[in-house]
């Protein structure tokens, strides 16, 4: 081991280094502190020979950075002709393992270059060495190493600019990616979404397992933000839970709930709060409202649907009036309030709701029509009308 005062000219860089990234602004600084103070630490080096593993031009008389290829660039940015150097012999297995080493200790280094340098030196120790001379677990090994599956582009976001503070892309939400290695386009479109959103590593999970969740619907995770996506997660997993078997057991404890909860929406639907809301939350209620109404549309058909194809001994009896609201039997021809036409061909036996045409006639009846017939509509004074259940049996059955 030596002390020298080697030219600049005489020193080559090595294969071996684990930082791809040099970022000019560091560099500049740190060849202003060489400018003023010097070279304060010297690099090391090692005497080479021959044209190199890769070929290329003769190295004879040269010397290899074993450690300090900042400084050494630093200075020739400062326009040092020398630099202090510590000459060894070594081989080539012991200059790659020590190059390594002692960048993979600089906290600067970023999550991709440790991965590398962790690479880099399993080519020369085993898993247990590597992991007792870094003072890390294998597990800790493997975790970095599996950034290096990520597609170049998200390892290039962590290289060029690692992000810093909150919703900057950083290794966290690269990590996250890892679970979509098989779809890269994906993974590019969300890395784009963490920036353009500042999207923390919790929301990118959760848009993630969304994706791998509910595969059909990732290009509406993609686009939408995420309190969208939390929307919609849940009302896709309500969908999902409804497809297991209902328990029958828990009908009135579903009543119950289905009561209470829509009195307390009633209470929440007060309009004035429209007044009071951001574009953000506009949009927000906007699709809350709409879900909701969807919901309620599907509920209420199978309700009717329900009250319509089987007897219930009591409801059927009535209808509501779609205009006002008033109770009337089923076959009334208006409402007793409104004058609303309620012989309809819908709560005809006569009527066929597949085909939707009259039974007896063979005439079609749209099912338009057949819910909301108007003065000309045929069922209004039809002869052949017959409610689908007789009203007055049931009410017989109940006055017994
Ligand atoms: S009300 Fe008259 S037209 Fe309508 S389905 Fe019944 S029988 Fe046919």
Redesign the pocket.
Do not use: I, L, M, Q
């Given at each position: 081991m030596a002390l020298q005062n080697l030219p600049l000219d005489l020193i080559l860089t090595t294969e071996n280094q684990p930082r791809k990234t040099f970022y000019a602004e560091s560099l500049d600084e740190l060849a202003a502190s060489i400018k003023e103070r010097g070279v304060l630490e010297p690099i090391v080096v090692r005497p080479v020979s021959g044209t190199g593993s890769q070929g290329g031009a003769p190295r004879d008389g040269k010397f290899e950075i074993v450690m300090g290829e900042r400084r050494y660039r630093a200075s020739k940015i400062a326009g040092l002709t020398h630099i202090p150097a510590v000459v060894r012999e070594m081989s080539d297995e012991d200059a790659a393992a020590d190059a390594l080493l002692e960048n993979f200790q600089r906290e600067d280094l970023n999550a991709v270059e440790k991965a590398r340098a962790i690479q880099g030196l399993l080519q020369f120790m085993s898993w247990e060495k590597v992991s007792k001379t870094l003072g890390v677990s294998e597990t800790t090994l493997r975790r970095s190493l599996e950034l290096l599956e990520l597609p170049s582009n998200i390892q290039a976001e962590l290289i060029s600019r690692p992000g810093q503070g909150e919703g900057a892309f950083n290794e966290g939400h690269a990590r996250a990616l890892i679970a979509l290695n098989d779809d890269p386009a994906t993974q590019a479109r969300l890395a784009g979404k963490v920036k353009q959103e500042k999207m923390n590593i919790p929301d990118l999970e959760k848009v993630i397992g969304a994706i791998k969740q509910f595969p059909q619907k990732k290009e509406a995770f993609l686009r939408v933000p995420i309190n969208v996506t939390e929307q919609m997660l849940k009302s896709l997993g309500v969908r999902e839970e409804r497809k297991k078997p209902y328990k029958a057991q828990t009908a009135e404890q579903h009543m119950k709930a289905i009561e209470k909860s829509a009195a307390t929406l009633s209470e929440l639907l007060d309009s004035r709060v429209v007044e009071f809301l951001d574009s953000q939350q506009m949009n927000q209620l906007l699709s809350t409202t709409a879900t909701l109404t969807r919901e309620m549309e599907d509920f209420n058909k199978t309700v009717r649907d329900a009250v319509q194809n089987k007897d219930y001994s009591f409801r059927e009896v009535y209808i509501h009036c779609p205009l006002c609201g008033r109770v009337e039997l089923v076959g009334s021809v208006r409402c007793s309030v409104c004058w609303t036409i309620l012989?309809?061909?819908y709560d005809?036996?006569?009527?066929?709701r597949a085909f939707e045409k009259?039974?007896?006639?063979g005439?079609a009846?749209y099912i338009n029509e057949?819910e909301s017939p108007k003065d000309y509509s045929?069922?209004y004074k039809?002869?052949?009308?017959?409610p689908k259940f007789d009203a007055q049996a049931v009410k017989l059955k109940m006055a017994a």
């Open positions: 012989r309809r061909c005809c036996g006569n009527y066929d009259c039974g007896v006639s005439a009846v057949a045929k069922s039809c002869p052949d009308y017959k």
